[in-house]
């Protein structure tokens, strides 16, 4: 009886220790678990703040154009080699009409706060430019960027007058100067597809710039472009200013024209534009600046000055009215086509 007893309290014994020990096991696998969760929620919580934050960056993050020097140093060392050069600053006011008044100054002295500038094509000084901004384009030929052309847009601190007839101008120092030439003197060889015609006109020099023009009247052009069609004239390059044009030899000899220095061309263009996805026609009265011929294929290249506009009268559609206003030095409407054409070449192929 008492080995049975024995027996019956050591499988008691037994069978207690396994619970205990299953208990025992049961609950470190539980805090392993609580443990492995409560690490994972921490893992998660630091991924949504990181991602959070990510996004908050990307928000407050200001898209830097890969043409601005931004460095103050880089900025004034570029500035003080164009003053040592000696090299012309254009300064153009700002306007609210299409045509901006601009002048060539020079650089005399930077620091800090403050650029000098010495104008002497400024005769009525007036104290109401202070505060108003002015846009300095000027160009540095030892420029280590690779990049000659710059300008940089800045508010007028301080003016006054000399004797000699010069203006002192003092502007707030630049934080920043923009890699890019002046709007009318930046040029581009617009891909063909964007030309959509090109037509000219013999002008009379005695022509008149106001009322209404029949180009009716004119007859047929003497040179004409249209593609896949009539080669007779080709685009070769056009900016905000003027454009440059191309004639074949043969076509010079038929059209019986000089083109002569100081030649006045009446021209019809008809551009594309990809944004709008349409056409964007010019009457331009166009004066031959530089006529070249080409020495190997004495083809005639004409550069040619914008002068004057015209655009269809309200009234009688079949009529130009003519726009009274020069252009001046540049066409804006035709300065942004070019800028924006320009700016798609650089994407597409670096240039």
Not at 49 to 66: A, C, D, E, L
Not at 218 to 236: M, N
Not at 276 to 297: A, E, K, S
Request: hydrophobic share 40%.
């Amino acid at each position: 009886m008492s080995y049975l007893s024995f027996s019956a309290s050591t499988s008691t014994s037994f069978f207690t220790q396994i619970g205990k020990n299953f208990s025992a096991s049961s609950f470190r696998t539980e805090t392993a678990l609580f443990t492995v969760y409560g690490l994972l929620s921490v893992v998660v919580l630091l991924i949504a703040v990181i991602i959070f934050m990510w996004f908050k960056n990307r928000k407050n993050t200001k898209y830097v154009p890969h043409d601005w020097v931004l460095h103050p140093a880089h900025i004034s060392n570029t500035l003080k080699m164009a003053r040592d050069e000696h090299e012309k600053f254009e300064v153009q006011f700002h306007s609210k009409g299409e045509k901006r008044r601009s002048t060539s100054c020079l650089l005399t002295s930077i620091n800090k706060e403050n650029v000098t500038i010495e104008c002497s094509g400024i005769s009525n000084l007036q104290s109401s430019w202070v505060g108003k901004d002015v846009d300095c384009y000027f160009q540095v030929r030892k420029s280590s960027t690779g990049n000659n052309f710059f300008m940089f847009t800045s508010p007028i601190i301080g003016i006054r007058g000399c004797t000699d007839g010069t203006a002192i101008l003092n502007l707030k120092a630049p934080n920043k100067l923009e890699q890019r030439q002046k709007r009318a003197s930046l040029r581009i060889s617009p891909p063909s597809q964007y030309i959509m015609g090109l037509a000219v006109w013999s002008a009379p020099d005695e022509i008149s710039t106001k009322g209404t023009l029949d180009i009716r009247q004119w007859g047929r052009p003497v040179l004409t472009y249209l593609p896949e069609k009539s080669f007779q004239i080709t685009l070769e390059n056009i900016s905000a200013g003027g454009m440059k044009v191309r004639i074949p030899r043969s076509e010079v000899k038929k059209c019986n024209l000089e083109f002569s220095i100081g030649d006045k061309l009446f021209t019809l263009l008809d551009l594309w534009d990809p944004d709008t996805g349409q056409r964007v026609r010019y009457w331009l009265l166009c004066r031959i600046q530089n006529p070249f011929v080409d020495f190997v294929t004495h083809d005639a290249e004409l550069g040619m000055q914008f002068l004057f506009t015209a655009q269809p009268d309200a009234k009688n559609p079949a009529e130009l009215r003519w726009v009274e206003e020069p252009i001046g030095s540049s066409l804006e409407s035709i300065g942004n086509w070019v800028m924006r054409r320009h700016l798609e070449l650089y994407r597409e192929k670096g240039i």
